[in-house]
């Protein structure tokens, strides 16, 4: 084989090169067992054939990520109606909150064991997280137990030409103020993330847990957003509306 050969020749990635260019691979790698951290440097077919893992298995998982997503924002979320924006949300944003806590908790965890003595602010990023955590959890419960099916009962009662439906909270404005307050504080806390890791930039020397926890705290963020914007723009405003609606 000549040196031209040789060169021709595509060099695999590692599981470490892998994920420093699409960081959404770790969360496949960590399905399948794959350590892309300390085990970063092997190349997956390698990895793979030494675990017993199905390579064509992890290929397609991969494979998914590759595939285009309709976006999220493409969507005239205004011209939705109540009922269907509050499943919306639950599906896709509550959704993607309970996967993802998990597993940011995990990251902030083992990024502040490892590097808290000498970066003390990934220590502050892993407690606020926890905050975070623990807050929408029980913001998600709140609506999807109490908030959301009494929009739909409202919803239901407009399309039936009834009276506005008992509750046990008065106005609906009463739990859309807790909602509402609740977005700022967990909305504050990622700010303060934010600034914490200098808006998600992990130092040059960071291992691959500790970026791809960076980038997962921003997508969430991203998302938390987007979660917001929904609820506190369009949602609720239209909840309020249609409860004045059923009381004249």
Request: negative net charge; aromatic residues 8%; proline residues 4%.
């Amino acid at each position: 084989m000549n040196v031209q050969e040789i060169n021709s020749i595509e060099i695999e990635p590692t599981i470490g090169e892998m994920v420093a260019n699409d960081y959404r691979k770790a969360e496949v790698f960590k399905r399948f067992g794959i350590d892309f951290c300390c085990g970063g440097k092997n190349q997956l077919d390698k990895t793979c054939n030494k675990r017993g893992i199905n390579l064509e298995e992890v290929k397609q998982a991969l494979k998914v990520l590759d595939e285009p997503q309709q976006m999220r924002f493409a969507h005239d979320y205004n011209n939705w109606s109540i009922d269907i924006l509050s499943d919306f949300i639950i599906n896709n944003h509550h959704k993607y909150v309970s996967e993802a806590l998990p597993l940011l908790d995990e990251y902030s965890t083992k990024v502040a064991k490892v590097h808290g003595t000498s970066n003390p602010e990934v220590i502050e990023i892993a407690n606020l997280f926890k905050a975070v955590a623990n807050e929408l959890r029980m913001h998600m419960d709140k609506e999807e137990t109490i908030l959301f099916p009494y929009i739909k009962q409202m919803a239901m009662a407009k399309h039936f030409g009834e009276l506005l439906p008992l509750s046990l909270f008065g106005s609906i404005k009463n739990p859309i103020n807790m909602m509402e307050a609740e977005h700022e504080s967990a909305g504050g806390n990622m700010q303060s993330i934010n600034e914490l890791s200098s808006g998600y930039n992990p130092p040059e020397w960071a291992c691959n847990t500790y970026k791809v926890l960076y980038a997962k705290l921003q997508e969430f963020e991203n998302d938390l957003h987007q979660h917001v914007h929904l609820e506190n723009n369009i949602l609720f405003p239209k909840a309020i509306k249609l409860e004045a609606e059923l009381l004249s």
